[in-house]
């Protein structure tokens, strides 16, 4: 009868190095390990929990009369805030259920909009989450523009799902949407300062996402040119 015990380091019915190695937060562009998730699916996901938070506020007090506990939350906005919260966390969990990793801007919003958010419900003050686009696009744009400055391209975290660029493409793209996000800023500044809530809740939705829209489309000529080849056309194109 052999006791013989398997040594350590070794394993039974696989390699030592057999299993995948795990990534929190996703992998940068282009990089081996990195799952490309579909583009309406990560829009939907990145998107979607700023369309509950403009429905929420809109229909607060229909969607009180029917969740009685959110009526104890407050206005309309702090049911949408609290709205928000649940679909920006329940977006960060389908997003790590289909690729075992989070996206790390989405992440980073999340985790200011779960803070700023909680601040807002628990002191019953609109400010805090009138300031978080503030704060967010500020944060974005140091971290696009400062990644430059160590040669770091931050912006293909976001984008390398839905295409690929080559290395010069994506700092310049950083580049102008570094200071895209830094103007955005500034706007969010100028509207809840000078406006009603009702009308900055409409401005982030039919006026930052149609700005948005219109400056992504004012990238496609450098987009065009600094494309790389899908996988299967470069394996074509070598054989």
Known sequence: ????????????????????????????????????????????LELGPLLVFFFANS???????????????????????????????????????????????????GVIVLVFGALTLWLQDETFIKVKPTIINTMFGVILLGGLLFKKSFLGYVFDSAFRLDVEGWRILTLRWGLFF?????????????FSTDFW???????????????TL???????????????EEATKQT
């Open 201 to 215: 809740i409409a401005f982030k939705v039919w006026g930052n996402m149609p700005l948005s829209i219109v400056f």
């Open 59 to 109: 229909r607060g007090a229909w969607i009180a009369e029917r969740v009685p506990f959110l009526a104890d939350i407050g206005g309309p906005i702090f049911v949408g805030t609290a709205c928000f919260m649940i679909a920006t966390a329940l977006a960060l969990s389908v997003s790590w259920i289909l690729t075992r990793t989070l996206p790390i801007m989405p992440l980073l919003s």
């Open 218 to 232: 004012m990238q496609l000529p450098l987009m065009q040119r600094h494309a790389l080849p899908e996988e299967g």
């Open 182 to 194: 830094l103007a955005m800023a500034v706007v969010n500044e100028v509207i809840w300062r000078n």
């Open 1 to 44: 009868m052999n006791d013989s015990k398997p040594t350590e380091g070794t394993t039974t019915g696989r390699a030592p190095h057999a299993e995948e190695e795990l990534h929190i937060i996703e992998p940068g562009p282009n990089e081996p390990g990195r799952k490309r998730m579909n583009p309406l699916l990560k829009m939907v």
